[in-house]
């Protein structure tokens, strides 16, 4: 690889990611509650993309193109979308242990989502979605003001978002102690802890260009990250415009974080421990750490989506609760295995 | 007090009930202290309680048709309209709440018995209060044995049955509350009626067409979410294997989330979509219930639904209630009409 020249490299990587990504959304489609054969699902595809008039079950071709493929994608999405904001956070805020949701957005988007199912706020219009969507942004609003009103610095951002979700998720607690029945609660339980059952179309035309484009900004500030690495005052002496790329890229993991979460609920784990793996395969560079975490991310929350479906037969697991059972372990094994110098 | 209670023996319980039964057929008065074994628990009554809080719309209407409207101080925990012939009698009696009452507000109404439809409102770990609770203010409590024999609630949620749900348990409370009341021989006109409806019923589809299936949709948590359905030992199971139809769900839980894959796949002959006033989910409603099925990419090709064959039934029905008997009507009618029975 060392004496690779950059587009051969760039052609590389574009092709592994793309090979990944179009094995794990086949998988998805492939693997269900109900067993489908595999020609069905190719047939399907053909049917779908090119048209190829194969004569199917339209339960079936349904089933695979309406369901297992659109959840597959905003799988995908949601995977390297959170794993790209928990890198990015990560070296903007020289924390190690910070994730997406560092910034108030899960809590504000379970308060959104509580007050809407269990108080009845804006019924009628507002959607779960919808409501943990605003709440996400008005968490992470307050906390972009206290962490302004706190003065600079990493530190005073992760303290702003530390207040920001004990407020947020006292809230919660208080809307769910005070009016929810135990079903009701059951039912935010389990949204809270991520669920893509309800996932169709629509959601993918929402969760690929939001994932794209915090792609294509992130990316774009590989280099401003790579110089986070030494602080802000040497990001600063080597010329970033530290205010503009701070504000610009924390907005971004914000708005990429909020709408995932407002998809699909929030899933654990992937934001706070993808970037760890991808940094110990492929090095601190942000150039290609920021496509290794989106790309593994992706793939991973995919799997972990058909894991959860698949191993209870008959029942779906929360796909949280399956991140982390999961993800946990693989990562004991690469912490262990990580090569010693690099 | 008493110009009530005439009144309301005259307008409800004269009608159905005592035609039922020759008045000749005399019941045993209760002995007092009457000493009963409910729901794993020993309560006893020094006389007939004057005053009774009744948790539950089931519990509530079942004292109402043995008529002890004029003994229930307080109700809670409605799932739909009163039964129609109670509007007025229901009308004049507090509702504590909609949903769950608190503790204190149960105890305000000073009851000398407190019946509850759920262990998960009143039992070892009750939102509103536990037994243990009660019994230190020497209040006993009945619990409708459909919710504990046979029933494992200790798992959270709508529980688990470890027996098939049948009418023989609500007869039971019937019976228990007639005794506790002492009013035997209207409990006994009561559990005929309920039978003789049953009978009619199963007697209207004598001849079912074939294999039929029948899926019962109760609600989902999110719209496009996975529903709960009916598994497979519930009060649909026992409306089904009642009028000869096998439920395709095949879960022991009361109210499993089940795939719409897994249901389209399966193919239910019919659909039964549950009505009802709550409004916790936007599927609760029955119209975004048909507008769903009918225009998602899936369900809107099942054959159930492209040929029409849904059934609009009560929600209560679908919980072990008195109202079950109304479902096992329901169905047998609506088969009919779409040409599966005759």
Redesign the interface.
Known sequence: MRTASAPVRLLAGGTLAAVTLTGAVALGAAVGETSIPVETVLKTVANRLWAAGYALDPIDEGIIWNYRIARALVAACCGASLALCGAVLQSLLRNALADPYILGISAGASSGAVAVAILGLGSGFLTLSLGAFAGALIAFGLVALLALGAGRGPAAIILAGVAGSQLFNALTSFIVTKSATADQARGIMFWLLGNLSGVRWPDVWLAVPVALAGFVLCQGHARALDAFAFGTQSAASLGVPVKRVYAALIAAAAFMTATMVSIVGSIGFVGLVIPHAARLLVGVRHGVLLPASALIGAAFMVAADILSRTIIPGQVLPIGVMTALVGAPAFAMILIHRPVAR | MYSRTLRFLLAAAATTLFAATPKAAFAQQTHYPLTLTNCGQEITFEQAPERVVSVGQSSTEILYLLGLADKVVGTALWLGPVLEEFEAVNAEIPRLAD??PSFESVLSAKPALVTTQFE?QIGPKG?VATTAQFADLGIPVYTAPADCIGKDNST???GLRTETFAMDLIYREIDDLARIFDVKERGEALIADLKAREAAAKEKIATLTGDISAVFWFSS??????PYVAGRRGAPAYIMSTLGIRNVI??AEEW???????I??A?PTVIVAGEMDR????ADDLAVKLEFLRT???TS??PAVREDRIVIMDAQAMNPTIRTIEGIEILAEGLAQVGLAK
């Open positions: 949903n769950a998960s939102v959270g949620g709508d948590a999110e719209l496009q979410t996975d095949d879960s499993p989330t089940i795939g719409w894959e897994t389209a796949r193919d409004r916790r989910y936007p998602d990419p899936v090709l099942m």
